[in-house]
């Protein structure tokens, strides 16, 4: 948390917002939600300083992982390639 309220305050990156889920028979017991640029973001991902705050808590915690998700504009562009896609495929009878 310390981490990202210093990426939020540096101007870094927009918002976050963490999750702890309830007990629901999966792997994912809770997230952190990243709003920012998309090239902001993947610059911090790949800084030293992220790597090794990855690791460290990577020694504590089981399933970590990180991944990335697009949100307002660039999901519709993303919706609207997968509806192209689709449109390609043979239609099931």
């Known amino acids: 948390m310390e981490y990202w309220s210093k990426q939020q305050q540096d ?3 927009e918002s ?9 028979g ?3 017991a809770g997230f952190i939600l990243i709003h920012g640029e998309r090239q902001v973001l993947d ?4 800084s030293d300083e992220f790597v090794r705050l990855l690791a460290r808590a990577g020694a504590v ?6 991944t990335a998700a697009v ?4 999901l519709g562009k993303e919706m609207g390639t997968f509806g ?3 449109q390609g495929l043979p239609q099931a009878t």
């Open 11 to 13: 101007g870094n990156i």
């Open 16 to 24: 976050f917002r963490p999750f702890l889920l309830r007990p629901h």
């Open 26 to 28: 999966g792997d994912l």
């Open 43 to 46: 610059e911090l991902q790949a």
């Open 61 to 66: 915690v089981d399933n970590l992982g990180v």
């Open 71 to 74: 949100t307002d504009e660039e």
């Open 84 to 86: 192209e896609v689709a």
